[in-house]
């Protein structure tokens, strides 16, 4: 149980994005997305058949919702920067109300089973109403990459809507502990990143400009950028990325279904470590 709670933050902060993996597009963004395939020729049926297969397209988890499943569902291809348009926020996103108070009910559990008492902010409707609001935001409010400062502050504004500064003083200090917690959570994320990148890699400007290019066309569906060097590259992350590039540049023209879902995997995957060479491994 100890463990359970030492991590109490971190599954709050999971739980909460994580809706945005089993939600489906609410009524204005699934319109968005049929009129844009409208306009592009990529549909020419009736909303309500498109409707549903959007929603069977959105009930596979969002790692392997593909471009390839995508360009089947339309029987035709998908340009890439539209496809990536169909990404899901809370601000598109319909979140069920079961959903959050599941979410609710499992906090208000874990705290009450840490304090003696349970506060009634610590309530499932109080947390209920904190989850909503972050999961339906403002205009001007923060749509998806939730972290346990943003529940932290819904958490006050709803016990505080709710119940004015009646138990203003106590909630404090549970916030307080629920902080410091999660500081150290991070605290102790922040080493492992550390120690890792002691370990890392620099790459020259000319390195990084074919990385840019690679993931640039990995995302357009262009031929491969050549490696500038005619040696070839001699930093193993480079060695690796470059051996997955040839891999997709012979497979990328291949008509075959089962194929397609395999380069697709491989474009993510491509896309992935190009950001993550480009994050961490400039000078």
């Known amino acids: 149980m100890k463990e359970t709670w ?67 569902f339309l029987n035709q291809p998908m340009d890439w920067r539209s496809f990536e348009s169909v990404k899901l926020t809370f601000r ?9 108070r599941d979410i609710a009910s499992w906090a208000h559990h874990m705290l009450r089973l840490h304090y003696d008492k349970a506060p009634q902010f610590t309530s499932i409707d109080t947390l209920s109403k904190a989850i909503f609001d972050l999961t339906h935001p403002e205009f001007n409010e923060k749509d998806q990459d939730i972290d346990f400062e943003d529940f932290c502050d819904a958490w006050k504004s709803a016990a505080d809507k709710l119940y004015g500064k009646k138990f203003e003083a106590e909630h404090e200090l549970v916030l307080s502990e629920l902080r410091n917690l999660n500081h150290l959570i991070e605290t102790h994320a922040l080493e492992i990143a550390r120690r890792h990148l002691l370990n890392r890699i620099y790459l020259t400007q000319t390195e990084i400009n074919w990385v840019e290019k690679s993931r640039e066309a990995v995302m357009a569906g262009t031929a491969m950028p050549r490696y500038p060097l005619s040696r070839g590259p001699d930093k193993s992350q480079l060695v690796d990325l470059l051996k997955w590039l040839t891999l997709w540049e012979v497979s990328r023209s291949s008509k075959a279904a089962a194929v397609q879902d395999k380069v697709e995997k491989l474009r993510i995957y491509i896309q992935n470590e190009c950001d993550f060479l480009l994050a961490t491994c400039r000078r």
């Not at 049926?45 to 069977?56: A, H, Q, R």
């Not at 598109?92 to 959050?100: L, N």
Request: glycine share 2%; hydrophobic share 30%; with cysteine.
């Open 6 to 72: 030492n991590t109490f933050p971190r599954q709050m902060v999971q739980k909460i994005n994580g809706l945005l993996d089993q939600a489906q597009p609410n009524s204005l963004k699934a319109f968005h997305i049929y009129k844009m395939c409208k306009n592009e020729n990529l549909w020419d049926k009736s909303y309500s058949e498109f409707s549903y297969l959007l929603s069977n397209f959105y009930q596979t988890h969002p790692a392997e919702r593909s471009k390839s499943q995508m360009d089947q």
């Open 92 to 100: 598109t996103a319909d979140i069920g109300s079961s959903e959050i």
